[in-house]
């Protein structure tokens, strides 16, 4: 049986030509970019003809760009960076994000708290969007950052950053966005947007594992989270990953054109599985959103039992769900959204990569038509099995 991949939000596929780069690079420059000599000095022109790519992909200037270890800790060093500077230099900070941030945000303000700093989360719209009245009504004169994704993981709502940026600033905060989900995906211009600091990451647009970046706007400054040797101006230690630096700013230089065509396929998708498949709901912004995501509730059929029945029948799609203490959890972006636990546990996020085709959709829609017939049928008379169990009657 084939195996085909509709989870690009959580990992995408290496595409061949960063691979191609990231093999030549780790053969062919053996130096560290710290090192004076020959083989050193090699390895750091790669490392910033990496940064100046990624720089003009993003519209900044390349000092502006941190290299990182991936999304996580950029939104780390971002967060911690400038709420632990504020603790540290005015003895108290407050950092607004939103209800539906990625856990690698949410946690890192849970963290804070702990530490001293105050937290506010905002609600969000029944698409998932951030009103900047909200933020405007937040801020006060002690908040250090506002922290609000450009685009949401599961549901792949956009959010209006460039407003949210502007209403931040005007209130004395700098603004930061997690841009894992857009960068290499959708053209990003970190200027027009106006925010001050921005996270990327490879993993998510056909780079490799382990590597990201985190723009600093020229002027702000943060606290370091890694301490070591005084490497990307003593902004974050440890040696760089300078052929991780040149996989991504491929994967991120030709990004946009490779996944410009997952629009087309998402809606072929969901036009295949709404004329098809009763009781269903489409989850999120149905116009402000990523090209290659929907989130979709099917009524009555546990999103886990879907996932395992789908995969079943050779398609990798994602429930959106986490494991917490033994018991599957509902999505905290669905439940903020206002869907009820049991709509939230029944959904299923698709999300589309270059790599897929018109003909893996329609094997997909047959399959997610198969699956729904086979759950509703079995579910009723095995009330109290497990999803496992459910999926594989």
């Known amino acids: 049986m084939s195996h085909y991949y509709f989870d690009h939000n959580a990992t995408s596929p290496v595409a061949p030509e960063v691979l191609q780069c990231l093999l030549e690079t780790m053969a062919e420059v053996p130096g560290n970019a710290s090192s004076i000599h020959y083989y050193g000095q090699a390895a750091k022109r790669k490392l910033e003809g990496a940064r100046r790519i990624l ?44 209800a539906i941030e990625h856990p690698a945000v949410l946690n890192a303000c849970t963290q804070l708290e702990r530490e001293g700093a105050q937290v506010t989360v905002l609600p969000v719209d029944r698409n998932g969007r951030v009103e900047p009245v909200d933020v405007r009504n937040a801020l006060r004169p002690d908040t250090c950052l506002v922290t609000i994704h450009h685009a949401n993981n ?48 490879g993993h998510k647009c056909g780079g490799p594992k382990g590597v990201g970046a985190l723009y600093i706007r020229k002027g702000v400054e943060l606290d370091p989270v890694l301490f070591g040797g005084h490497h990307e101006r003593d902004r974050r230690a440890g040696t760089e990953n300078f052929p991780g630096a040149m996989a991504l700013a491929t994967a991120i230089a030709g990004g946009p054109d490779r996944w410009q065509h997952t629009a087309e396929l998402r809606d072929r998708l969901e036009r295949g599985i709404l004329t098809r498949v009763p009781g269903i709901r489409l989850n999120g912004d149905p116009t402000n959103r990523i090209p290659n995501t929907a989130n979709i509730a099917f ?19 994602s429930s959106g769900s986490a494991c917490s203490s033994g018991a599957v959890e509902p999505s905290h972006v669905l439940l903020a959204l206002g869907l009820d636990r049991d709509a939230a546990r029944s959904s299923v996020r698709f999300s589309l990569g270059p790599g897929n085709t018109a003909e893996q959709v329609d094997g997909l829609i047959e399959a997610v038509v198969a699956s729904v017939a086979h759950l509703r049928r079995v579910s009723p008379i095995m009330e109290n099995r497990t999803e496992l169990e459910l999926a594989h009657a």
């Open 154 to 201: 599961e549901i792949g709502t956009v959010e209006p950053v460039a407003k949210l940026a502007k209403t931040a600033r005007e209130g004395g905060a700098l603004f930061h966005t997690d841009a894992v989900q857009t960068v290499g995906r959708i053209p990003v211009d970190a200027k027009a947007l106006g925010v001050d600091l921005m996270s990327i990451g």
């Open 299 to 317: 009524e009555g059929i546990g999103g886990e039992a879907m996932v395992i029945s789908l995969d079943l029948r050779g398609y990798a799609v």
């Open 55 to 98: 720089a003009e992909s993003i519209h900044c200037d390349p000092r502006e760009l941190v290299f990182t270890s991936g999304g996580t800790e950029s939104d780390n060093l971002a967060i911690f960076g400038i709420a632990r500077k504020a603790l540290r230099e005015k003895g108290r900070a407050h950092v607004i994000t939103s």
